[in-house]
């Protein structure tokens, strides 16, 4: 009797904590939203090797609590990698080949602490793409080197500094996980990754700049 009691007062508890936090959500997106726009640098390891990811976002923000949107990450960093073939003569042949990779990324980003200046928050993006090895540095879709599909989920925390109402920089500390390994590529992927990030908002320094418009009255003004 006493486990059933028990059962059912967990059963209202979380029916109430979901209630109350979809309830939060339908007046977060009630609720004005602005332009969301990033550009970043994502640090992490590929064995043992420090590289970069560059990437940008764009989105939109509501009531600052939630930003929602997608963007694009490629690999930044000439990582090398030495294969080797026979030829004709059965002699070992050595060829350097650089790892690529860019994919598609989508994020929704939850701000559980705020103040003028501060916020906190946890992010949470996955994304779809491809990687794949080539003989040039440059980045090359048209050659014959085979893609790999690959499939990231990246949770991490974030940090973020606003300096005026409409520029700010960032960071974040997350995990990078391939979803779908594959033993050429997939298992030199997962790895932390730590990122900058420079915050820019385009709606707000509008408002900034022409305070007296009738875009800045219907929609501002700019905001802390």
């Known amino acids: 009797m006493l486990k059933r009691i028990s059962l059912i007062l967990v059963l209202l508890f979380c ?4 209630a109350q936090f979809l309830d939060s959500l339908n007046i977060v997106f009630k609720s004005k939203s602005i332009i ?7 640090y992490s390891f590929i064995r043992n090797t420090l590289i970069s990811v560059t990437g940008v976002r764009l989105g939109v923000a509501y009531k600052r609590k939630l930003r929602i949107g997608g963007g694009i990450s490629w690999l930044k960093t000439n990582r090398d990698y030495s294969f ?9 042949i050595e060829t350097k080949k650089y790892l690529k990779f860019a994919y ?3 994020y929704i980003d939850f701000v559980y602490y705020r103040t003028k200046r501060w916020q906190l928050s946890v992010p949470i993006q996955a994304g779809t793409g491809l990687a794949w090895f080539q003989k040039e540095k440059a980045y090359s879709l048209n050659n014959g080197d085979r893609k790999n599909f690959i499939l990231l989920y990246e949770p991490g925390i974030t940090v973020q ?4 109402r409409y520029l700010g920089v960032g960071g974040d500390a997350a995990f990078r996980f391939l979803l779908n ?8 992927l997962n790895s932390p990754t730590l990122s900058i990030k420079v915050l820019f908002w385009p709606d707000q320094l509008f408002y900034v ?3 007296k418009s009738k875009i800045t009255k219907l929609y501002g003004p700019a905001e802390w």
């Open 104 to 106: 598609l990324c989508y």
């Open 209 to 211: 700049v022409a305070p």
């Open 15 to 18: 029916f109430q904590a979901k």
């Open 36 to 42: 969301d726009a990033r550009l970043e640098s994502r």
């Open 161 to 164: 500094f606003k300096a005026f």
């Open 84 to 92: 080797y073939s026979k030829n004709s003569n059965g002699e070992l």
């Open 181 to 188: 390994r594959s033993k050429k590529i997939g298992e030199q």
